[in-house]
């Protein structure tokens, strides 16, 4: 089967997809924290730099565009600046059109989270939750529903998708022909009957049908129950992480799709990647069994990105063709790449540390420093050394392994999340470029000699002197070597 389903991306582009759903602005203000208010007990943040991005159905929208489809994005907005915000974001998204309605009695749904050193100290919602207009919503879908291959309903329980909505906009579509995929939140999933598929995680398909467990008989059990609550819906994909996903179809067994390989670096927005590798699936005329493998193929390649949640048809292609070679590969990435893998991180709270080196020859003393310096942080960004920079700093014999090396080892360690390669003699601007929370260096130094300390300090991060392995140095193993 793989080999046609590594062909099946190439169908993608030129299928359209209609995702209508709960869109939000999510909005991150990155800030330090150096005080308390005298006001109140409470941290004061000196706001340094804001981003926003699409959220909700709107990141369904930004995975089919990714995966090279086009993608329609309906629902509702408010007449604000949140609004705005949402649909200029939607108009510079390559592959991205809006079918969105403006209802000024209705405030966009807005998620703000203030992020400092990496925490997440504070998460301000702005929305509304109550029943949206109907009419105004099914105006809208219903336009763009001609021009669609399939439609996505991805419900976040703001109000959009109410029953008279899911009823109308399900009806519409099947009677156009229209696979219909519904990524669920409520705990009646009868409000979706007669959709193609439905796919809820485990904890949603335990909340809505009382069957818990985490076995592949507690996935065929939710899976019955789901499909006999609703009896027009032709099959339920239940989600279920680490374990993989559990397909079951009307008449016929249900099917268990083991988790794939690679490592989990980031489980954030694999549903919406799920959700989306179905629909231009089921758009190119894959079966669900077909669409539900390739499905499972993109869940495991969003999750062990770093910092992003999207996935391009030509990596699908690749890793179900055999081509995607190693998974430490992920983690080798240029400077550009890495700063956004890093920005992706802060978006997360997660705390981010740097460390760097020529490491040459791996020894036990470079494992210690590695895992001192995770232990120090949530993820661990290494600044490797390139060749040229290393004969400028050990001499024209150095080093033994060229940068590809060096990084393929680094990259296979599981205290290692991300390897990136600089040329200068120092990792200062690296430094300056990442920001880190943390900055690890060997107890060789000072916390005054270590490069980069001063930047680390200034942004109210900290510096780590790792405890050192006595008797271990590339230097020494390569005199030893050439020793007769």
Same mark, same amino acid.
């Given at each position: 089967?793989? /080999?046609?389903l590594?062909?099946?991306?190439?169908?993608?582009?030129?299928?359209?997809?209609?995702?209508?759903? /709960?869109?939000?602005?999510d909005?991150?203000v990155?800030?330090?924290v150096?005080?308390?208010?005298?006001?109140?007990?409470v941290?004061?943040?000196a706001i340094?730099?804001?981003?926003?991005?699409?959220?909700?159905?709107?990141?369904?929208?930004?995975?089919?565009?990714?995966?090279?489809?086009k993608?329609?994005?309906a629902?509702?907005?408010?007449?604000?600046?949140?609004?705005?915000a949402?649909?200029?974001?939607v108009?510079r998204?390559?592959?991205? /059109?809006s079918?969105?309605?403006?209802?000024?009695?209705?405030?966009?749904?807005?998620?703000?989270?203030?992020v400092? @050193?990496? =925490?997440?100290?504070?998460?301000?919602?702005?929305?509304?939750?109550h029943?949206?207009?109907?009419a105004?919503? *099914?105006?809208?879908?219903?336009?763009? *529903?001609?021009?669609?291959?399939?439609?996505?309903?991805?419900?976040?329980?703001k109000?959009?998708?109410?029953?008279?909505v899911?009823?109308?906009?399900i009806?519409?579509?099947?009677?156009?022909?229209?696979?219909?995929?519904?990524d669920?939140?409520s705990?009646?999933?009868?409000r979706?009957?007669?959709?193609?598929?439905?796919k809820?995680?485990?904890r949603e398909?335990?909340e809505?049908?009382?069957?818990?467990?985490a076995?592949?008989?507690?996935?065929e059990?939710?899976?019955?129950?789901?499909?006999?609550?609703?009896?027009n819906?032709?099959? @339920?994909?239940?989600?279920?992480?680490?374990a993989?996903?559990?397909?079951s179809?009307?008449?016929?067994?249900?099917? =268990?799709?083991?988790?794939?390989?690679?490592?989990?670096?980031?489980?954030?927005?694999?549903?919406?990647?799920?959700?989306a590798?179905l629909?231009?699936? *089921?758009?190119?005329?894959?079966?669900?069994?077909?669409?539900? =493998?390739?499905?499972?193929?993109?869940?495991?390649?969003?999750?062990?990105?770093?910092?992003?949640?999207?996935?391009?048809?030509?990596?699908?292609? @690749?890793?179900?063709?055999?081509?995607?070679?190693?998974?430490?590969?992920?983690k080798?990435?240029?400077?550009d790449?890495?700063?956004e893998?890093?920005?992706?991180?802060r978006a997360?709270?997660?705390?981010?540390?740097?460390?760097?080196?020529?490491?040459d020859?791996?020894?036990?003393?470079?494992?210690?420093?590695l895992?001192?310096?995770?232990?120090?942080?949530?993820?661990?960004?290494?600044?490797?050394?390139?060749d040229?920079?290393v004969q400028?700093?050990k001499?024209?014999?150095?080093p033994v392994?060229?940068?590809?090396?060096?990084? @393929?080892?680094?990259?296979?360690?599981?205290?290692?999340?991300?390897?990136?390669?600089?040329?200068?003699?120092?990792?200062l601007?690296?430094?300056?470029?990442?920001?880190?929370?943390?900055l690890?260096?060997?107890a060789?130094y000072?916390?005054?000699?270590v490069?980069g300390?001063?930047?680390?300090?200034?942004?109210g991060?900290?510096?780590?002197?790792?405890? *050192?392995?006595?008797?271990q140095?590339t230097?020494?193993?390569?005199?030893?070597?050439?020793?007769p």
């Amino acid at each position: 089967m793989d /080999d046609t389903l590594a062909r099946l991306p190439d169908a993608f582009a030129g299928k359209t997809v209609l995702v209508l759903g /709960d869109v939000m602005l999510d909005r991150f203000v990155y800030g330090a924290v150096d005080r308390i208010s005298p006001e109140a007990p409470v941290a004061v943040i000196a706001i340094e730099r804001e981003t926003t991005m699409l959220g909700g159905a709107g990141n369904v929208a930004r995975n089919v565009a990714a995966l090279g489809g086009k993608a329609v994005l309906a629902g509702l907005v408010g007449d604000d600046d949140a609004g705005r915000a949402v649909a200029a974001l939607v108009a510079r998204e390559p592959g991205l /059109d809006s079918a969105l309605a403006v209802d000024p009695s209705r405030r966009t749904t807005e998620k703000t989270r203030y992020v400092a @050193a990496s =925490h997440q100290m504070l998460r301000a919602d702005r929305e509304d939750r109550h029943p949206a207009d109907a009419a105004l919503v *099914l105006a809208a879908f219903e336009k763009a *529903l001609p021009s669609a291959d399939v439609v996505v309903l991805s419900d976040y329980a703001k109000g959009v998708l109410t029953p008279e909505v899911l009823k109308a906009a399900i009806a519409a579509a099947r009677a156009a022909g229209k696979p219909v995929i519904v990524d669920p939140k409520s705990r009646d999933l009868a409000r979706y009957d007669g959709a193609t598929v439905i796919k809820p995680n485990r904890r949603e398909a335990a909340e809505a049908t009382g069957v818990t467990g985490a076995d592949d008989e507690a996935a065929e059990a939710a899976g019955e129950a789901i499909l006999t609550a609703a009896p027009n819906l032709a099959a @339920a994909l239940v989600t279920r992480g680490s374990a993989g996903m559990t397909l079951s179809q009307r008449g016929a067994a249900p099917v =268990h799709l083991p988790a794939s390989a690679l490592e989990v670096f980031d489980v954030s927005g694999a549903g919406d990647t799920v959700a989306a590798t179905l629909a231009l699936s *089921l758009a190119s005329g894959a079966d669900l069994t077909a669409a539900a =493998h390739l499905a499972n193929a993109a869940a495991g390649l969003v999750v062990a990105k770093l910092g992003t949640d999207v996935v391009t048809a030509g990596e699908l292609k @690749a890793v179900l063709s055999g081509a995607h070679g190693d998974p430490g590969q992920e983690k080798i990435a240029a400077r550009d790449r890495m700063l956004e893998i890093v920005a992706g991180w802060r978006a997360r709270g997660l705390k981010v540390g740097f460390t760097n080196g020529c490491f040459d020859l791996l020894h036990p003393g470079h494992v210690s420093l590695l895992a001192q310096a995770k232990a120090a942080c949530d993820r661990l960004v290494l600044g490797l050394n390139t060749d040229a920079s290393v004969q400028r700093l050990k001499g024209p014999t150095r080093p033994v392994q060229k940068e590809d090396a060096r990084a @393929a080892v680094l990259a296979s360690l599981s205290a290692v999340d991300l390897v990136t390669l600089f040329d200068e003699e120092t990792p200062l601007d690296l430094i300056k470029a990442i920001k880190p929370d943390v900055l690890v260096k060997g107890a060789d130094y000072t916390v005054e000699t270590v490069v980069g300390s001063d930047v680390v300090l200034a942004n109210g991060g900290r510096v780590v002197l790792a405890d *050192l392995k006595a008797g271990q140095s590339t230097t020494a193993l390569i005199a030893r070597a050439n020793t007769p």
